[in-house]
Each structure stands twice: as C-alpha cells, then as structure tokens.
C-alpha cells in the first residue's frame, strides 16, 4: 500500500477550512484504495459552540442497566442504519442512549439518531435527537453539522425563526465555504415569514459568496424575486438584468427578459415593459417566452405584425392562431414571404385543411431558397391525407425535377420508405440504390443502405442483405460500423462462409470494444452463451502493482513528468472552490447541490487526464461514486482509449463493484451471477443509493413503487415505505428478488429476465415467444426502443465486467485474445 505524500500540512495556510482539511486527511489517509460508504462521517475541528437556539427540548432517558457495550451497539446502530434496517438502527442507538450512567458513544449515537429522524421526515425526533447530542458532546468535540442538521428539521416544521439561528450557528462554527447555501436558506425562511427587506439582505450576501454559475443565477432570481416582495421592482429589473450578462442559453434568456419586463409592469411603467416584450417578441420567436409576451401585448390591445403573431404561435404549438394570422395576409398580399407559406400550409395541414395546405406550398415559386422544402411538404401532405401512392409519385417526380437540390436525396429517401412500407421491395430497392447512386455522400444514402439491408433480410436474401450491410459497415464508424459487422457476420455463417463470419465479428469487437455489438460478437466467435456468468469470480488484486501499472500508462498518455504517486489530488485542485464547496455539501447530504459543484470542475477538466484521474480518485474517497465514474470516463475518452483496453485500475474506476458484500450475498441466494447485478446496478442508477426518476423509481436499482409494494409483500418487509430504496441493502434486496423471479419465470434466460424487468414480463414473454429461441431474433422482436436499448446497453457493460472480473480477463499490457473476454 502507497503511503500518501504528507501535502497537508501547507493546506491551512492557503485557506483551506480546518473542518474541510480534517475531512480531505481522513480520506487520503485511507490510500486510493478506499472506497467510502455512501454515509459520509466527519472529523470536526475543535470551537467554541453557541448555545443552542431552538425550542426543542431533551427528554430525560430512562435509567437501565447496560447489557450490550455502547460501541458495540453504535456499530450494529450504523450496520443496520446501512442495510436498509432503520426500526433495528433507532432501537440500538435509543438503547445506547438509555444506559447509564452515560457512555462515551451516546453523543455519536444521538448525531446519527437525529440523521435518520431526518432522513425519514420525523422533525420533531430530529430537533430533540440534535439538540441532545449538543448537550452530551463537548463542546470542543462538537460537530457543526449537527447545527445545520436541526435548522433543516425546524424548516420541515416550518419554524423558520429557530432555523435562521441554526443556520446562523453554523456559519459562525464554519465560516466561509458554503456560506452561500447557508444565507441562501436563511433568506428562504425570511420570505416565509414575510420579511422581505431581510431576505434581501440575506440573499445579497449569499449572492456575493462564491458558487458555481448555475447555482448563482438560480440565486440571482430570488433576489430578484425578494426586491419584488420588497415592493422593489425597479430594482428587481435590474438584477435581472444583471442574470442576463451571464446567461448564455436561449430559452433561459429570454425567461429572463420576459420576468424583467413583467417586473416592469409591476414597478407601474407599462409603457417600456410593453416594448420589452415587444422586442422579446420580434428577437426570440422560437421560445415560449415569446409567445407568453406575445398573449400580454394582444391582452394590451398593442399592435403586432400578423406575419410575426403567425410565427410566434405556430412554433409555440397553436396552430389556429397562427392560421388566422397569416390566412387573411396570405390572401391579400401579393408578395406574402415563402417562409410564411410554409408555415400557413403546415397550420393548415395540422388543422386537416389538405388542399388549403396544398394551395399554400404550391404558392412559393421556384426561384424561392424555400421551393425544395415546399415541395417535400406537398407529398407530405398528401402522405397525411391518406394519399401514400400519391405521395410516392410526386417524391419520385420531384427528385427527377430538383435533381441538384440537397431536397431530391430527402425526396429519394420518402418515396423509398414508403414504397417499403407498402410491401414493395423491389421498387424501395430500385429507389434506395438511385438515391446512393446520386447521392453518396448524403445521410439519406447510409440510412437507406441500411433499410435495403433490413428487407434483404427478411426476404431471406441473405447475400444481397451482406453485400449491403458491407458497404454500410465501410461508411460508419464506432458502434453504427460495429453492428454492421455484427450483422454481416451472421449472415455470412448463415450463408456457411465461416471465415468471413470470424473476419466480420473481429472487426466488429475492434470497432466499438465496450459496445453491445462488441460483447454479441466476441460471444459468436467463442460459441458462449449471452450474459454467461465468467468461470470463475475475481474481486480480489495485487492493487499496489496494478496501480503503478495504470500511473505509468497515464504518464506515458498524457507526458506527466510529476515525480511519485499520481492519484493523490494536487494543492491546487483540493484549494479549488468548487471541490471544497462540494465536500462541505456533501458531507451535509446535500448531495444535488454537491454535484453541482463537483460538476462544475469535472467538465471542465474534461479534456485533462491527469485531473480527471485525480478527481476520480477523490470523489470515490469521498462516496459519491456517481461523479467518480463520470471523471473516470473523461480519463479514458481524453486518452481515446476503451474501457476493455485501459489499465485495469482505471477501468475499475469506470466500471466499479461498490457494495460488493451486499451484491455478492443476494446473488448467491438467488444462484445469480454477481456481475449481472453490478452491470444492472450500473445501468440504472451508475451507482448513486439516491437516485429517484420521474416514474418514482428509487435506490441503485431503481424499482418503481408498484413493484416496491409486490416485492415488500412477497419478502415480508416490515413497515415498507418507498424511501427505503434509498438504502443500498434493500435496493439491492428488492432488485435482486424482482430480477431472480424474472429469471424463474424465464427459464433462467438472463436476457429475457432483463427485458422483464424493464418492460414488464408480459410484453417480454411474448417476444421470447416470437424468437423461438435465438438471441438476436429476441432483441429484433423487442418492439419498445427502449427497453431494446436497455438490454443491449446491459449486455455491453456486462461484456465490460466479465473482462475485468471473470477470469481470463485481460488489460492492454497481456493480450488481446478471446481468453482476455472472461
């Protein structure tokens, strides 16, 4: 184990907080090999503590005689806190707290009861468990975090007086890293109480506080939203404008200038409010902003070009609108603008007015930079009306009338869809190879090499389908070359040319290594099972030699001449604000805000290896695996290099195991292998407990909460609430139950059992039933994009684990062979 080069010492004096410093040493101190628990634990630096400021107060313990030694306890309170346990947690750390007389852990195990209150909602819980905590601790030994804790438990009870004191206490326990998160919450329960003038004050200072840019406009608009309540607009008006030197989006700048000038309105000068719309209106036609001003200056009877009330509305969706703007233009102005005829023909074909829309395309003349466009919306048209032989007519006329025109290859494009769609193969085919022919450098011509290739084979020509997707295969690149390949390859053995099946799975493996048509092609050539499980299971290296071994390949990647272990983070990167905001917020469970910070620095450091890997590296240490992998990536995509082909120590640092005991024993009990359930874990949540998504899913395997509620039924959870996914051990509990009995009910087929678990086992029995076993014919029956993507993406990143964790596996400096696949 690499001892860590003593930097630390100099940190306080470039102003470094001692709360951060004592942090960042207790993780380096670890080795890079530490991989923190997702609960992060904090040393805090000794202070004199302000009293404690809320009403909460302590309730007197029973008296018991101990039994079980206080830090035995604490460590079964945070093992089952851990495992997804909270009622066994709270009672062992309640028991702890009732001894007497009163251990030394009580004031550790008060801090943590008063998270899981907190955690869990229980505000009340939360503000007597801190506020105990503050009495048992010394007051030099005293976490500050406890402080911050309770003033977000007294918010949840809306108690925003005794909660701007606790947020005040750790401001002055921590002063200067997140003062800006801080005096940001401050001037939130300002609002709530109808302080307006003190939330201004609040929000300013914390406008002042250093963040990162988005977190900064976002505060920027509170106090704007403050000078409002404050009766301030004309002020308000010009912090928005203060926004808009820095925005750099164009929806979100024109939100901006829409919200100034309805400041403007407030602050009773109608007059330039109305013109700044106005101006919003004619320069940002394509945002929504613009039809909302665009609906407050026709409320206000102000006068608006028709042409432009048209455009405006079309693009934000109100068809009717725009048609009743330009139609009476379009009737009566002689030189009526193309573009405006394009648009009148499209509201008219959305309103089912076909030969309106008709007239409107056929009204923009040939020397118009519009006439190609216009006359792909008449077969459009004419497609929507019902019309398809109409429609392939008029493409294939007009593709022989514009031969030169970008329009004829889009032309060629529709009018072979559209055969195709009608069961007319040869015709597609004819259409198809004119359009490659004349065209061979547009993308209508890859796209239709690829749909010619398509009804090839499933008319059974299989030569005809390889000659064409051969020469698809010879104009892509990464993953659209590799399933070409793929494709290819089975076709020639379906064709009994096996050499040429070999040729084409090998090149496909070399042209997108981590891809899923990597993973399918290196199974081909080895006749291996899709998902098989590795031979033999290997979560155990020599770290130290593969860690020198990845440090050498990153200074001969990218020339770093730095002297010693790499992965320690430089005193300028651990001096950044972003990192140091960061690790303050993470340590609070802020975990959104954390991020972005961290974010913050990972994308900009995005095209520097070295960084990358010092980043990945502490951000691993700290627990948030999630932007440890994100960095891990920029570190091999700066080297252009695969994940399969990298270093091993890094292409774990991609392609991690994280909770491996848990992983490790739901497999075992369900007989499943281990790296199926990484590679999901993986695939859902990147490894991140408290990832949530818009359908409710929630935790690293992200169930949804119907089937939480199946699952808690059928494993006789107690007192299941869906936030207990949060926890790793019952996300991993859960998920590997649904996934077991998906693979049960699927005849232990790990492939269909991932399509089950996605879309349901329904629609996945019924493409296993359309297969009739083959693998590749089940992906091609998968009818939902999405889940196809998810068990393709899956099967490659399983494709990635076996070759870093089965045996055989292989890094770049052994060999290349198909004994490095697992």
């Known amino acids: 184990m690499l001892t860590p080069p003593a930097i630390f010492p100099g940190l306080r004096s470039r102003g470094v907080p001692p709360l951060l410093l004592a942090a960042i040493a207790l993780m380096v101190a670890c080795s890079p090999f530490a991989q923190a628990e997702p609960t992060q634990t904090w040393t805090p630096a000794p202070s004199d503590t302000p009293a404690p400021t809320a009403t909460a107060t302590v309730t007197p313990s029973p008296t018991v005689t101990p039994t079980i030694a206080p830090d035995l306890l604490l460590q079964a309170a945070e093992r089952e806190l851990r495992d997804g346990e909270p009622a066994r947690g709270v009672f062992a750390l309640e028991s702890l707290l009732a001894q007497t007389p009163v251990a030394a852990q009580a004031g550790d195990a008060a801090l943590l009861l008063g998270q899981e209150w907190l955690r869990e909602g229980q505000y009340d819980a939360a503000i007597n468990a801190l506020t105990q905590y503050m009495a048992l601790q010394p007051a030099a030994q005293r976490d500050a975090r406890a402080w911050f804790w309770r003033a977000q438990a007294l918010v949840g009870q809306e108690n925003w007086q005794d909660a701007i004191a606790d947020y005040t206490a750790w401001m002055q326990l921590q002063p200067g890293v997140i003062d800006s ?195 792909l919306e008449l077969g459009r048209t004419r497609f929507w009306s019902g019309d398809t032989e109409g429609a392939i007519e008029h493409y294939l006329q007009l593709a022989d009338s514009i031969s030169r025109s970008p329009a004829a290859a889009e032309a060629l494009w529709r009018a072979g869809f559209l055969q195709s769609s009608l069961d007319l193969p040869l015709e597609a085919r004819v259409t198809f190879e004119k359009l490659v022919e004349q065209f061979p450098d547009a993308s209508q011509a890859t796209s239709a090499l690829g749909l010619m290739a398509d009804a090839a084979e499933l008319r059974n020509e299989s030569a005809l389908a390889r000659e064409y997707l051969t020469r698809l295969a010879g104009r892509l690149r990464g993953e659209g070359r590799a399933e070409a390949l793929l494709r290819s390859g089975r076709l020639s053995r379906l064709l009994g040319n096996e050499e040429a099946a070999k040729d084409a799975w090998n090149d496909a493996a070399a042209a997108a290594p981590d891809s899923f048509y990597a993973a399918r092609a290196k199974d081909l050539l080895s006749a291996r099972a899709a998902l098989q499980p590795p031979a033999n299971l290997n979560l155990a290296f020599d770290e130290a030699a593969e860690l020198v071994e990845a440090e050498d390949w990153l200074r001969a990647s990218f020339s770093v001449e730095l002297a010693g272990p790499l992965w320690p983070a430089a005193a300028d990167l651990l001096a950044d604000g972003r990192l140091q905001r960061g690790t303050v917020l993470w340590s609070l469970g802020l975990g959104d805000e954390a991020r972005d910070e961290f974010f913050g620095l990972i994308n900009e450091s995005s095209g520097d290896g070295l960084t990358s890997y010092q980043l990945a590296v502490h951000l691993r240490g700290l627990g948030d695996y999630y932007s440890s992998i994100f960095a891990a990536a920029n570190v091999l995509r700066t080297a252009d290099v695969a994940t399969v082909n990298a270093p091993r120590w890094l292409a774990r640092l991609r392609y991690p195991v994280y909770w491996r005991d848990e992983v490790q024993a739901a497999a075992r009990e369900h007989g499943m292998d281990p790296l199926l359930l990484f590679s999901l874990i993986r695939l859902e949540s990147l490894f991140d407990p408290w990832a949530e998504a818009a359908a409710g ?126």
């Not at 939330?199 to 977190?215: H, K, P, T």
């Not at 505060?219 to 404008?241: D, F, H, I, N, P």
């Open 181 to 375: 998160y801080a005096l940001e919450r401050i001037g939130d329960a300002q609002m709530a109480l109808g302080q307006p003038e003190a939330a201004l004050a609040s929000y300013r200072a914390a406008a002042a506080s250093d963040r990162v840019r988005l977190a900064s406009l976002r505060m920027g608009e509170k106090l704007a939203e403050a000078l409002l309540a404050a009766g301030r607009a004309s002020e308000a008006v010009t912090q928005y404008e203060i926004i808009l030197t820095h925005a750099e989006n164009a929806g979100y700048r024109a939100s901006i200038r829409l919200a100034a000038a309805r400041a403007l309105l407030v602050a009773g000068d109608e007059a330039l409010a109305l013109a700044r719309m106005k101006v919003l209106f004619e320069e940002q036609p394509g945002t929504a902003a613009a039809f909302e001003a665009m609906l407050t200056l026709l409320e206000r009877e102000v006068s608006l070009e028709p042409a432009a009330v048209g455009r405006v509305s079309f693009n934000a969706g109100d068809v009717q609108r725009a048609q009743a703007a330009l139609a009476p233009l379009a009737a009566t102005e002689a030189d009526f603008p193309a573009n405006l005829w394009l648009t009148l023909g499209r509201a008219e074909r959305d309103l089912g007015a076909s030969e309106a829309a008709t007239a409107a395309f056929a009204a923009i003349p040939e020397d118009s930079d519009f006439y190609g466009e216009a006359l």
């Open 697 to 822: 899913e929630k935790g690293l395997t992200q169930v949804i909460p119907s089937t939480g509620d199946y699952i808690a039924g059928q494993i006789n959870w107690p007192d299941y609430q869906h936030s207990d996914l949060l926890r790793p051990h019952a996300s991993i509990t859960f998920g590997a139950w649904y996934l077991a009995e998906q693979m049960e009910r699927f005849n232990r087929d790990p492939l269909v059992a991932l399509a089950g678990y996605n879309a349901g086992p329904g629609r996945a029995i019924q493409w296993q039933d359309a297969s009739l076993g083959d693998v590749d014919r089940f992906l091609e029956a998968i009818d939902i994009d999405s889940t196809r993507n998810y068990v393709q993406l899956l099967y490659g990143i399983h494709h990635v684990y076996r070759s870093l964790y089965g045996s055989g596996g292989c890094s770049m400096f052994q060999q290349t062979s198909l004994a490095c696949a697992g």
